[in-house]
């Protein structure tokens, strides 16, 4: 825990400080911890505002444009300021939260290009060109949590699965933080989908500056057919 404080000094204070503001529960489940946060009106954290967002804005937006992607699902879309830096011609957020998807479904009203529903909604047979998985798979700290979420993201996938996160197994650092080797999961159970592109993180742990750093990087998978 010390060593991870050392590495993200502000990004641990703010989480304290937002615990301390929001009165968060005592920690019970991934789900509950995200449910309660939102419901607090506490945000989707770091990874989803500012130079980061921006950064994977970037990184998605290209690759939807030049890869004609026509449809979207995100698995665990978060309070939706990550979406308002995306142009997706149709996208699909689901999040195990309703008042993350309350919150989405507001400030998208009018947006037709636009729809939103929880986890236990997403009935498993929407599928779309693209499913992504952004800042999610180091929250899921529960094993069957993780199994079931990889198996619903790559499922729902026609032709590609963009997954920003770390890759490395880690005991937890926080109650709601546990890096994972994700890549060993596709490699087992999802070998019909390859690795085509790895892009690093524009602002990685360690890196001079002062911005916020982040423990992800981007991996994108295309289904062999």
């Not at 999961?185 to 002062?210: A, E, M």
Request: charged share 25%; proline share 3%; with cysteine.
């Amino acid at each position: 825990m010390k060593k991870f404080i050392q590495q993200f000094p502000i990004a641990v204070r703010s989480i304290m400080w937002l615990k301390s503001q929001l009165g968060l529960k005592k920690f019970d489940s991934s789900a509950q911890y995200w449910d309660e946060r939102y419901r607090r009106q506490g945000d989707s954290g770091f990874g989803s505002y500012a130079h980061l967002a921006e950064f994977k804005a970037k990184i998605i937006n290209e690759f939807v444009q030049s890869n004609h992607v026509k449809s979207v699902i995100e698995f665990g879309c978060g309070d939706g300021n990550q979406l308002t830096y995306l142009l997706i011609p149709k996208y699909t957020g689901v999040d195990v939260s309703a008042h993350a998807i309350e919150r989405c479904k507001h400030l998208f009203m009018g947006d037709q290009s636009k729809s939103f529903m929880t986890t236990d909604a997403f009935d498993g047979t929407l599928t779309a060109d693209l499913t992504m998985s952004l800042d999610v798979i180091y929250h899921l700290v529960e094993d069957d949590v993780f199994e079931s979420y990889m198996a619903q993201l790559f499922k729902a996938s026609e032709r590609f699965v963009i997954i920003y996160s770390s890759n490395e197994d880690k005991p937890k650092v926080m109650d709601h933080v546990r890096s994972r080797k994700f890549s060993t999961w596709i490699d087992t159970y999802r070998p019909d989908f390859k690795l085509i592109q790895f892009i690093p993180n524009k602002y990685p742990v360690g890196s001079p500056g002062k911005e916020i750093k982040s423990i992800a990087d981007f991996y994108i998978y295309e289904r062999q057919i």
